[in-house]
């Protein structure tokens, strides 16, 4: 059987990004990023900042 494993991927923001860009961009929810990232609730990005966008990998048992 598949084991989910989480992962986390560096992502850093450019220029006129959104936290809905992001999101849409790696299939998830703007809330996981605000929590992943200790957002507020505004969200405000700034370019060149750094987010951690959270994942799941499926491992395939051996």
Do not use: F, M, W
Not at 2 to 12: F, G, I
Not at 41 to 60: D, M, Y
């Amino acid at each position: 059987s598949a084991r989910v494993r989480p992962a986390v991927l560096t992502y850093r923001v450019q220029r006129g990004q959104t936290l809905s860009h992001i999101a849409k961009r790696y299939k998830v929810s703007v809330a996981s990023l605000r929590v992943t990232n200790r957002l507020d609730k505004a969200g405000r990005l700034r370019p060149g900042q750094t987010l951690r966008i959270p994942r799941s990998v499926r491992r395939s048992a051996a």
